[in-house]
């Protein structure tokens, strides 16, 4: 066993997170709103009151973004088209904004002059605000051929230079905290319409997916496919109650998406619990959906101790833990309640969504934020041994999946390329490995940039 010959690794971002440069170089670019414009005008839906207007102005620093990443040898780059950028009110018949779709032209081509692979994203959550207005968004079934022509747009665009293409970033967190919590725009709290949203994004994922393979495949050569978050849950005890309680959290978080893409069906498990509330696949649709998406797409940060009971429908009634029976814990805090380092669980994991779905995996996204990181001077934060600690443990666990376990691993990137905005949590917890002053927006590499790409020079040419 060993590295994949063309194995990517690199940084990960979304542009919602870091293109913004302040509102003045945001409406001269010509975008359109997006719903996180929207949430972020909303009174106390960000935690510091950060806005994605103002991120780290990648869309005037992209030069220097790219040149950093060669710099530190990276040989892939993930990042996210905003769809409100290229055609701000989203629909199928509106006008495109050239501005936006030749900034995605420079920076792809920046990319590609320095040897450094485009993996890109086309919805990572900035859906046009104009769609939510019209019809609810991933609500109305009305955004499939919306999102499809937006789709089309982009492969005729980019397909040329781009090879890897995901249709979506986790629609676990679109569904749940965007439209059942409501701690993500658009902010909705609701027990019946996240299923009918994640329904929704199947579908769309694949309806682009059939349109790359019939129309741009051929010519273009590239692969597709959609990236899902997705934690590994470790029963409490060895309790019978409690290894099915795993499952089901498996089942309600991955299987949710994974088991109608790759097996062509919902799990039992959310047919026998949410009963009417889970949409149904017709005949004809299924048939689109199975085995629409080329590879498994994997963002993972954390592991869980699940118990049977408690909970909500979101979790499939299992309670997330981080502690064990002995009152021990599985991993030191972050700056993230969610977020506890694990690395255990990636391999787990990574074995798991092999054996099951039996796809090539693309590592998509996988990082910490350190608990008060922003409480650091800049020079004290770029000393990132917490971090560089995190990735040396998930980075040793890829390893042995594919080395040890023989799993098809075929990219790692590492969350975040910059210091970003974190959606609801602002601008305080710091993902990135590159330090950005939000003032200024001067970058700095942490240690940890280096940590990532060295270890991957070490094992891709061993
Ligand atoms: C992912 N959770 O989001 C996203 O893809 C990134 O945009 C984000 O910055 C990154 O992970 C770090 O959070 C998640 O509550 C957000 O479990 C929340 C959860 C998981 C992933």
């Given at each position: 066993?060993?590295?994949?010959?063309?194995?990517?690794?690199g940084?990960?971002?979304?542009?919602?997170?870091?293109?913004?440069?302040?509102?003045?170089s945001?409406?001269?670019?010509?975008r359109?709103?997006?719903i996180?414009?929207?949430?972020?005008?909303?009174?106390?839906?960000?935690?510091?009151?950060?806005?994605v207007?103002?991120?780290c102005?990648h869309?005037?620093?992209?030069k220097?973004?790219?040149a950093?990443m060669k710099?530190?040898g990276?040989?892939?780059?993930?990042?996210?088209?905003?769809?409100?950028?290229?055609?701000?009110?989203?629909?199928?018949?509106?006008?495109?904004?050239e501005?936006?779709?030749?900034?995605y032209?420079?920076?792809?081509?920046?990319?590609?002059?320095?040897?450094?692979?485009?993996?890109?994203?086309?919805?990572?959550?900035?859906?046009?605000?104009?769609l939510?207005?019209?019809?609810?968004?991933?609500?109305?079934?009305?955004?499939?051929?919306d999102?499809t022509?937006?789709?089309?747009?982009?492969?005729?665009?980019?397909?040329d230079?781009?090879?890897?293409?995901?249709?979506?970033?986790?629609?676990?967190?679109?569904?749940?905290?965007?439209?059942?919590?409501g701690?993500?725009?658009p902010?909705?709290?609701?027990?019946k319409?996240p299923w009918?949203?994640?329904?929704?994004?199947?579908?769309a994922?694949?309806?682009?997916?059939k349109?790359y393979?019939?129309?741009?495949k051929?010519t273009q050569?590239?692969?597709?496919g959609?990236?899902?978050?997705?934690?590994?849950?470790?029963?409490?005890?060895?309790?019978?109650?409690?290894?099915?309680?795993?499952?089901t959290?498996?089942?309600f978080?991955?299987?949710?998406?994974a088991?109608p893409?790759?097996?062509g069906?919902?799990?039992?498990?959310?047919i026998?619990r949410?009963?009417?509330?889970?949409?149904?696949?017709?005949?004809?649709?299924i048939?689109?959906?199975?085995d629409?998406?080329?590879?498994?797409g994997?963002?993972?940060?954390t592991?869980?101790t699940?118990?049977?009971?408690?909970?909500?429908?979101?979790?499939g009634g299992?309670?997330?833990?981080?502690?064990?029976?002995?009152?021990s814990?599985?991993?030191?805090?972050?700056?993230?309640?969610?977020?506890?380092?694990?690395?255990?669980?990636?391999r787990?994991l990574l074995?798991?969504?092999?054996?099951?779905?039996?796809k090539?995996?693309?590592?998509?996204?996988?990082?910490?934020?350190?608990k008060?990181?922003?409480?650091?001077?800049?020079?004290?934060?770029?000393?990132?041994?917490?971090?560089?600690?995190?990735?040396?443990?998930?980075?040793?666990?890829?390893?042995?999946?594919?080395?040890v376990?023989?799993?098809?691993?075929r990219?790692y990137f590492?969350?975040?390329?910059?210091?970003?905005?974190?959606?609801?949590s602002?601008?305080?917890?710091r993902?990135?490995?590159?330090?950005v002053?939000?003032?200024?927006?001067?970058?700095?590499?942490?240690?940890s940039?280096?940590?990532?790409?060295?270890?991957?020079?070490k094992?891709i040419?061993a």
């Open positions: 066993m060993s590295f994949h010959k063309d194995f990517l690794y940084f990960a971002t979304a542009a919602a997170q870091i293109e913004g440069g302040g509102i003045t945001e409406k001269l670019s010509g359109g709103d997006s996180w414009d929207e949430f972020c005008n909303t009174p106390n839906k960000i935690e510091d009151g950060s806005h207007q103002k991120t102005d869309l005037s620093r992209f220097e973004d790219v950093l710099k530190l990276a040989n892939s780059y993930r990042f996210s088209i905003s769809w409100p950028r290229i055609i701000p009110n989203g629909g199928k018949d509106d006008p495109v904004n501005l936006g779709l030749q900034f032209d420079d920076l792809i081509n920046e990319l590609v002059a320095v040897g450094i692979q485009p993996f890109v994203t086309l919805y990572h959550w900035d859906l046009p605000l104009a939510h207005k019209k019809y609810k968004g991933w609500l109305s079934r009305e955004i499939l051929d999102y022509r937006y789709a089309r747009v982009c492969f005729e665009r980019y397909g230079r781009v090879k890897h293409w995901l249709t979506f970033n986790e629609p676990w967190c679109v569904a749940v905290l965007g439209n059942g919590i701690q993500f725009a902010g909705r709290t609701c027990t319409e009918i949203v994640g329904h929704h994004i199947i579908l994922h694949a309806q682009a997916c349109m393979k019939e129309e741009f051929p050569k590239g692969t597709i959609i990236t899902l978050n997705g934690d590994w849950a470790e029963p409490w005890d060895d309790s019978p109650e409690n290894v099915l309680a795993a499952q959290k498996m089942d978080a991955v299987g949710w998406f088991d893409i790759y097996l069906h919902y799990p039992q498990s959310m026998d949410l009963q009417d509330r889970l949409p149904r696949f017709t005949p004809e649709e048939e689109l959906v199975k629409s998406s080329e590879f498994y994997c963002n993972t940060y592991t869980n699940i118990k049977a009971g408690g909970g909500d429908d979101f979790s299992t309670e997330l833990r981080f502690d064990r029976p002995d009152g814990l599985i991993g030191v805090e972050s700056q993230l309640a969610w977020l506890r380092d694990v690395p255990w669980g990636y787990k074995n798991y969504l092999y054996k099951r779905y039996k090539p995996i693309y590592c998509t996204e996988n990082g910490w934020a350190i008060g990181e922003s409480d650091l001077s800049s020079e004290e934060a770029i000393d990132d041994s917490g971090r560089v600690r995190y990735y040396e443990g998930y980075l040793n666990a890829v390893r042995q999946a594919i080395l376990d023989g799993v098809d691993v990219s590492a969350w975040s390329f910059l210091d970003n905005f974190e959606w609801n602002g601008l305080v917890p993902f990135g490995s590159v330090y002053d939000f003032n200024t927006f001067e970058r700095r590499p942490k240690k940039a280096y940590y990532v790409t060295e270890f991957f020079q094992n040419l």
